[in-house]
């Protein structure tokens, strides 16, 4: 076998941009210094275009479930009648945090394969007027479906529930218009379409859950957005931060601006497209329906899945993703999110295809996609 | 003026060697993947050494406070008795997180110039058997103590509590003997004497820590240490990881192994002595007796703390940290620990004879203590 080089083919954490990854190299400095007083709140705020939102964006050092911990940590009190939409792994884990939290936890449940359905969402709530939060999962990694959750915002009403959105493997990757759609709480982290290694969240409210937050009685210190305001004020963070990934964001943002936000959503769209064209070329089965497929991550059927995709990264280097929950085993999961492009996918379709001896169908089948694009 | 270096001399972060910076800007992997299931128990493990535990020690992608919000979170139930030994801001900070998680705090305040008094806590104790969990801290930042935390635990005497210690900028800068000196559960983080950048919390606990873990009734997720023991069986961390900090704790580990732990203690005790002798020969007063004094870091009085400093740091490029707490504007703190010797020491020193123009004197006291070592 040849000497190959690893490609990182996962939903998350993604390949880091060498700009980026030297970032993370530089000296430490003094997170109560000058120098991180100034840079801080500027990168920041240059993160509010991305959510959508006029409102302040906060940085929490720890994974994305750290970021979403710190919604439901701000907003749950034991008994909050709360709404979970569950379509996969990570909705799952919004109706886990809001019973750890002691929440009252209502859940709609939908197939592990397609997109949250706003009427059914719309019909839950005309029935519990009582239900002050709704809990929802943009993009969903484990099942490859983006929930529309624009869709979710205005199947809402005038209900009062504020609507809280895991945009972790989403945001940068998908458009967020927090503002104008109304939502309340966007939650990502720095490892997806941001683009750094793992080791930040982040998170935005509206002036609305800002308000609601003050009634919250849950136990919380690190995750407590009251500090975070505070010290972002004055350009600090309340707990010494990831100091680096500040550094990172400068660098990924510059690249993402560069591109222009448009030109990076279209390419993730192209990517899903190339993706999808490529893997119905090969006879595979893909888990997602177009109206719902995810364009950050694939789902690709497979009765082998795990030895498929094991076999694959010996031999080539590339790593795809296992499935999740009820698709351990039987799905295998490829990520086209942040630092990737349309010749990536082209590789990974071409491992595909040499795995398969079905050699060309896949790449070509995904260059016509590309080329008429 | 000329052109300076940047010197962070403050108590964490700390500066980090270059071998460990480069660990930083390594590509991602996967944190599902064999090679980090592979790295990521063996690395940790070798952390036991420096807890003095033969206990499994796990990582919490987050700050020093996180990993102490951790004990607290997987410890005190609403209502759980517990004593917060005082005597400054981190001493503080244990109260206010047991505080948020409603436990029923006592507390017991010591000056914020010296040590926990074993005595008065074995008093308190005596008189307080329903206290079910203890919280000190090692090494006090804000006040440059070092508290004598086997004392504390020798105090305790066969009373149930257990003994919780932030060692957040003690461990691998002073001596911990977890299980021969019975602490139960030991807090530390990475960008203290770890030498490495912001971004994990490390934890151990005691069998009796463990048992007693099960019990409790706080609402918590991403603290969740059981999450965290389940997944270090199979080599994972539950959510994903700071991975740059398990490639950088490689390495870092090597450095001090290299070293030897004894070498690497008598180190952080000669800068100690250095610095003392060397502020005492420039006349002005340091914060803390002999008795108590860090290895780590050094407070020193100085009636226009900040202005001095900051001119120091805008002079020379040398970077000291403020007072905390009490001691805002009054003192200031020079950080001796990690990657530091007894040269950045005489450093320090020079600038500080340089702006007080008493040419050589603290540098010739220190000198002399660094050649009768």
Chains 1, 2 share one sequence.
């Not at 379509?87 to 939290?101: D, I, N, P, Q, V």
């Not at 002036?207 to 350009?235: P, V």
């Not at 499935?323 to 295998?332: E, L, R, S």
């Amino acid at each position: 076998m040849y000497r190959f080089k690893p490609e990182l083919r996962i939903p998350g954490p993604v390949p880091v941009p060498s700009e980026v990854s030297l970032q993370m190299a530089r000296p430490v400095i003094n997170h109560r210094g000058a120098v991180f007083k100034e840079r801080f709140p500027a990168v920041l705020s240059r993160l509010q275009l991305i959510f959508g939102t006029k409102n302040p964006v906060y940085m929490i050092t720890g994974s994305g479930t750290a970021g979403m911990e710190t919604a439901v940590a701000n907003l749950v009190s034991p008994g909050t009648p709360v709404l979970c939409l569950v379509g996969g792994f990570f909705g799952k884990r919004w109706a886990e945090l809001c019973t750890a939290y002691k929440a009252q936890v209502h859940v709609l449940e939908f197939p592990w394969d397609r997109g949250v359905d706003p009427d059914q969402v719309a019909e839950f709530l005309q029935q519990h007027p009582e239900i002050e939060l709704i809990f929802v999962v943009y993009n969903e990694s484990s099942t490859a479906v983006l929930n529309d959750v624009q869709a979710v915002a205005k199947a809402r009403g005038d209900h009062q529930a504020l609507l809280v959105v895991d945009a972790v493997s989403a945001l940068g990757g998908a458009p967020c218009e927090m503002d104008a759609w109304g939502l309340d709480v966007v939650v990502s982290a720095a490892q997806k379409c941001l683009m750094m290694p793992p080791g930040a969240a982040f998170i935005a409210l509206s002036e609305r859950a800002r308000a609601y937050l003050e009634k919250c009685d849950s136990s919380r210190y690190y995750f407590d957005l009251r500090k975070y305001e505070q010290f972002l004020a004055k350009g600090e963070t309340p707990f010494t931060p990831n100091i680096h990934i500040v550094f990172a964001l400068e660098e990924t943002l510059k690249m993402l601006e560069t591109e222009g936000l448009d030109n990076v959503y279209a390419r993730h769209a192209l990517m899903r497209d190339m993706t999808r064209a490529g893997i119905r070329a090969l006879g595979l089965e893909l888990l997602v329906s177009d109206r719902d497929a995810s364009p950050t991550l694939t789902a690709v059927k497979h009765p082998q899945a795990d030895e498929f995709r094991q076999r694959i990264r010996k031999k080539y280097g590339v790593e795809f993703a296992g499935g999740q929950g009820t698709h351990a085993g039987k799905v295998f999961r490829i990520g086209h999110m942040g630092y990737a492009t349309p010749l990536d996918v082209l590789t990974a379709l071409a491992v595909l295809e040499v795995e398969l001896q079905k050699f060309g169908q896949a790449t070509e089948a995904a260059e016509r996609v590309l080329a008429a694009r």
